[in-house]
């Protein structure tokens, strides 16, 4: 692709068309959220819906508003306009910290003490905190976190510091950790962030297996490369400027012309077994 692509609007490449019996996970209906200070919009009037079982891709370039529309579904933050609705629950309608205790969120950025060990980590997914509390953790609590350490292949990191694990063993029982609530939905705020490419594989094969392991799971993976994308995602979310440009099936949306506009360059779409690949300009291959 030699040209360069525009984005006048949002793209009419919408959803697909699952079952009635589906429960939906979370909706964004106009959804908008506006800087308090300079009246900034960040999103605007963002519709969105998520299924029960899906697997999301949520991409868009940096200020694109990525990190706000997880941090609503997420249930962290409430809209400025529209609604928002997670589990069956209205934002603004709802306990949120209750609501919170349902959502697995990892996020590199998340604070773990270094002297903790893996299992302790995964522990405090249990409780919800930073800090383990050891009064609240039973021996069929601390077994499950036993038994999520070897679901996610690490069980050998149980008893080694988490500040000494490497970034993609951190991601892993991160992840752990998130699933100690056994929730319905798990979001991901680019797992995939410093990882080598070892790193980033052994990743993608520990989503790849949660997805088709635990059929009722949904989640949405916040990422900038197409490349770290699992076999078992089966949507995509494009954002540009705080709209969306695209969301649907991901062969329908992540095509040359959808991403082109989206990142304002050419980009050149490829996929192969399942994995997808991005290449920009004069360097992306032709076939």
């Not at 692509?5 to 009635?20: E, L, N, Q, R």
């Not at 694109?64 to 609705?85: D, I």
């Not at 705020?189 to 009722?216: K, W, Y």
Request: net charge positive; hydrophobic share 40%.
């Amino acid at each position: 692709m030699g040209h360069r692509t525009t984005a006048p609007g949002p793209s009419t490449v919408g959803p697909a068309a699952p079952g009635p019996s589906v429960p939906v996970v979370a909706e964004l209906s106009g959804a908008s959220v506006r800087r308090h200070t300079t009246g900034q919009a960040i999103l605007d009037g963002v519709d969105w819906t998520v299924r029960s079982g899906q697997h999301w891709a949520l991409l868009g370039a940096n200020g694109a508003g990525k990190t706000t529309v997880l941090r609503l579904v997420g249930a962290l933050m409430h809209p400025t306009a529209g609604t928002v609705e997670v589990l069956g629950h209205r934002l603004g309608r709802v306990d949120v910290r209750e609501l919170r205790a349902r959502i697995g969120l990892v996020s590199s950025a998340q604070k773990v003490p270094g002297d903790a060990t893996g299992h302790t980590v995964v522990l405090t997914g249990a409780t919800g905190t930073v800090q383990p509390l050891w009064k609240q953790y039973d021996a069929r609590t601390r077994e499950r976190a036993h038994a999520l350490l070897a679901e996610l292949d690490i069980k050998e990191l149980a008893d080694r510091p988490y500040g000494v694990c490497s970034g993609g063993q951190r991601a892993r029982i991160l992840i752990a950790r998130a699933l100690m609530a056994d929730p319905a939905l798990l979001l991901l705020d680019e797992p995939f962030n410093a990882l080598d490419l070892p790193s980033r594989e052994d990743l993608i094969d520990t989503m790849h297996r949660l997805a088709t392991g635990r059929p009722g799971l949904t989640t949405v993976t916040v990422t900038h490369h197409l490349e770290e994308l699992s076999p078992a995602i089966g949507h995509a979310l494009l954002l540009r400027e705080g709209r969306v440009h695209a969301s649907g099936p991901v062969g329908d949306v992540l095509t040359d012309g959808h991403m082109s506009a989206c990142f304002g360059r050419p980009v050149r779409v490829s996929r192969h077994e399942g994995r997808w690949l991005a290449r920009s300009g004069s360097s992306a291959p032709r076939s």
